[in-house]
């Protein structure tokens, strides 16, 4: 998926789906997407 081929609306829509699936895949736990990447980051 190349992302500069998507429009505003597109690409403002992969958000929520981006987090649900780092949930699923237990990268993250909530919406803070930085911190929780920093804390999966720091443990790995």
Do not use: Q
């Amino acid at each position: 998926m190349n992302l500069e081929d998507l429009d505003n609306d597109e690409l403002i829509s992969l958000y929520p789906k981006l987090l649900k699936e780092l949930k699923r895949r237990e990268i993250i736990r909530t919406n803070n997407l930085i911190g929780e990447l920093g804390e999966f980051i720091a443990a790995s």
